[in-house]
């Protein structure tokens, strides 16, 4: 993938290990998710690679559950979002789901975008009026901002995809996730990217968090249509789920 001048000099982010070294070297029954401890996962996470996207999708569900109930971090949030992004790249993520013919890809990319929303500067600054320290280091939420860079390194060969669905999830994520200041300098070539989602999407979510960075960012946003003030909240942790549901 080309890069632009800005990022030329940047220094390059550190790579997501392979998802089956984060399946065999994570100790998940020692971490806790939302009902208990993380014992099911490497059976929920393995699932991820089957050939039958039903069973694929059904996996990335369970997930939303267990390690991002009510848009919370856990202990094993961050060790499942490192397996998830390990396997972007992996065979498996070319599955096409019936019906819809998109890559499973999209689904995981999806997947971390609103993991990682829930850990964003927006989120926090919003829990933070209630729980003060919230952030302080060593936190549960403050580890996993700090894996933002790597699971932006998985990200990025997705932004020119052939797919569209997989291209625009991918933005949306990478969008997110360049919110930690080592990613800034990446934000002028997102930026374009971010202008194409508002160009061509019709997802009210994804656009607003082009939006949103766009307007973070400095950048000219007063010519795009107006979007409502309101939680980006219709992804995996709600009620509906949006993509990661059936129909399949």
């Not at 065979?91 to 829930?118: H, K, S």
């Not at 766009?214 to 709600?238: K, N, R, Y």
Request: aromatic share 8%; with cysteine; hydrophobic share 40%.
């Amino acid at each position: 993938m080309n890069r632009s001048s800005s990022e030329a000099g940047a220094p390059r982010e550190p790579d997501v290990p392979p998802c089956q070294a984060v399946l065999a070297e994570t100790d998940w029954g020692s971490l806790q998710t939302a009902f208990g401890s993380g014992e099911c996962l490497p059976e929920v996470l393995a699932r991820l690679l089957e050939p039958d996207p039903k069973v694929q999708v059904t996996a990335l569900s369970e997930l939303s559950e267990l390690v991002g109930h009510q848009n919370s971090v856990y202990e094993a949030t961050a060790p499942v979002a490192l397996y998830v992004a390990g396997a972007l790249a992996h065979p498996a993520a070319m599955t096409l789901r019936p019906y819809r013919g998109v890559p499973i890809r999209a689904a995981l990319l999806n997947w971390l975008a609103f993991t990682a929303y829930d850990a964003s500067d927006e989120m926090v600054d919003r829990t933070e009026q209630y729980f003060p320290g919230f952030l302080t280091p060593g936190t549960v939420v403050a580890a996993f901002r700090d894996l933002r860079p790597m699971l932006y390194r998985a990200v990025v060969p997705f932004l020119r995809d052939s797919h569209e669905d997989v291209r625009e999830a991918a933005v949306t994520a990478a969008l997110i996730l360049a919110e930690h200041p080592a990613l800034a300098v990446h934000r002028d070539h997102l930026a374009v990217h971010a202008r194409a989602v508002l160009d061509t999407s019709s997802d009210g979510p994804n656009r607003r968090v082009a939006w949103k960075a766009l307007g973070a960012w400095g950048h000219d946003v007063t010519g795009i249509e107006p979007l409502q003030e309101e939680p980006w909240d219709c992804g995996p942790h709600s009620d509906g789920r949006g993509d990661l549901e059936p129909p399949f």
